[in-house]
T-cell receptor, first 114, second 117 residues
């Protein structure tokens, strides 16, 4: 089946630990994105990548890091520098066709800091 | 920078009725896309409908249609014959059109829609 997978579904982290959220897609999309969702705030962009080995900071990149070594994969690391990491994290991907620019979302990862 | 405003935090409607969700946006761009996404309790974000700003015709997808008013920067979603499965958070989103393609989305804060049996 074609789609976007995120793992794990739930993740618990102790303060001071780095954790990595996985995002994989088999839709052959060039562009991939990470959004954070907090109650009452909609979705905010953390990082995005439109080609392999290149990525751009979004609106709330501080305390996060990403890599894009393969077209299919765009992992997000939440570092200990992120002051309030408890949130729902959504990964998205989309084609770079201009005529059909749309983003499709994975099922999300709920991160809780203990 | 773009902003998207959804002024209705919550709405409810009886099953089979029609409901309209409001969205306004602010941008200096002339070419862009607008989207409505649905997020049911499963939290999966699902694309409902997409509108290209350069098209005057309003987009429709089965029971879902939009009223796009470019001059007023308004983009409302109409759901006809509402069903229980329409219960969800609905997000309006904006994307500028660039030469590279598929730029970042800017989201509104959402409207929680409840369909009452």
């Amino acid at each position: 089946d074609g789609g976007i997978t995120q793992s794990p579904k739930y993740l618990f982290r102790k303060e001071g630990q780095n954790v990595t959220l996985s995002c994989e897609q088999n839709l052959n999309h060039d562009a991939m994105y990470w959004y954070r969702q907090d109650p009452g705030q909609g979705l905010r962009l953390i990082y995005y990548s439109q080609i392999v080995n290149d990525f751009q900071k979004g609106d709330i990149a501080e305390g996060y890091s990403v890599s894009r070594e393969k077209k299919e994969s765009f992992p997000l690391t939440v570092t200990s520098a992120q002051k309030n990491p408890t949130a729902f994290y959504l990964c998205a991907s989309g084609p770079l066709l201009r005529t059909t620019d749309t983003q499709y979302f994975g099922p999300g990862t709920r991160l809780t800091v203990l | 920078a773009q902003t998207v405003t959804q002024s209705q935090p919550e709405m409810s409607v009886q099953e089979a009725e029609t409901v309209t969700l409001s969205c306004t946006y602010d941008t200096s761009e002339n070419n862009y896309y607008l989207f409505w996404y649905k997020q049911p309790p499963s939290r999966q974000m699902i694309l409902v409908i997409r509108q290209e700003a350069y098209k005057q015709q309003n987009a429709t997808e089965n029971r879902f249609s939009v009223n796009f008013q470019k001059a007023a920067k308004s983009f409302s979603l109409k759901i006809s014959d509402s069903q229980l499965g329409d219960t969800a958070m609905y997000f309006c989103a904006f994307m500028p059109i660039s030469n590279f393609g598929n730029e970042k989305l800017t989201f509104g804060t959402g409207t929680r829609l409840t369909i009452i049996p």
